[in-house]
């Protein structure tokens, strides 16, 4: 099974600072077509997942231009260029590679203002 | 836009079974695969189970694996899911989950919770 692993799990940011999340995962998560089957979600307080980042580095509609994602293989980063108030909540990386369906989520990383 | 509603879950003794649904609105999801993810109380989000739009694919995390059962009825805009032998770490807030088809669940319900406790 692919284990994937989040850095920082905890994540204090100054309002209009960036902020980075790393996720690695066990396994490649590049398909042979190329594609990383890696995505990103926020969980904000009270409320269900919503969709970031997919295929490692596509912002999903609605996403804010701030939020952008990278990565290829193994890597991948969320990274916020000015992190605002909203952004407070839990983030996720999720890989979708493993066939047949067989998903699996990070630890997820609290972003907090300081 | 799609929206989903899961229901079905309740307070219920371990061992005992529960089925759990999921009505999509708004739009068909006959052409969508559909997951079902679970987030126990102050913990993250755990992959539970999916399947493809015509049922060919299943998938189940190795938690579940033996003990639930995903299905959908297309023609009834439903996702489901049979969970037998249930134990006290089956405990948590359900979301049903819809895929966007080439990366990425784009919307998710708001959740049933299921609490297994004697």
């Known amino acids: 099974d692919i284990v994937m692993t989040q850095s920082p799990l905890s994540l204090p940011v100054t309002p209009g600072e960036p902020a980075s999340i790393s996720c690695r995962s066990s396994q490649s998560l590049q398909h042979s077509y190329g594609h990383n089957y890696l995505d990103w979600y926020v969980q904000k307080p009270g409320q269900s997942p919503q969709l970031l980042i997919y295929?490692?580095?596509n912002r999903a509609s609605g996403v804010p231009d701030r939020f952008s994602g990278s990565g290829s293989g193994t890597d991948f980063t969320l990274r916020i260029s000015r992190v605002e108030a909203e952004d407070v909540g839990v983030y996720y990386c999720?890989?979708?590679?493993?066939?047949?369906?067989?998903?699996?989520f990070g630890q997820g990383t609290k972003l907090e203002i300081k | 836009e799609v929206q989903l509603v899961e229901s079905g879950g309740a307070l219920v003794q371990p061992g005992r079974s529960l089925r759990l649904s999921c009505v999509a609105s708004g739009s068909s999801f006959d052409d969508d695969a559909m997951h079902w993810v679970r987030q126990a109380p102050g913990k993250g989000l755990e992959w539970v189970s999916g399947?493809?739009?015509?049922?060919?694919?299943?998938g189940y995390a190795d938690s579940v694996k033996g003990r639930f059962t995903i299905s959908r009825d297309n023609a009834k805009n439903s996702l489901y899911l049979q969970m037998n032998s249930l134990r006290a770490e089956d405990t948590a807030l359900y979301y049903c989950a819809k895929d966007r088809g080439f990366g990425g669940m784009d919307v998710w319900g708001q959740g049933t919770t299921v609490t297994v406790s004697s």
């Open positions: 999720m890989q979708a590679l493993q066939t047949p369906l067989m998903y699996s």
């Open positions: 295929l490692g580095s």
């Open positions: 399947i493809s739009w015509n049922s060919v694919y299943i």
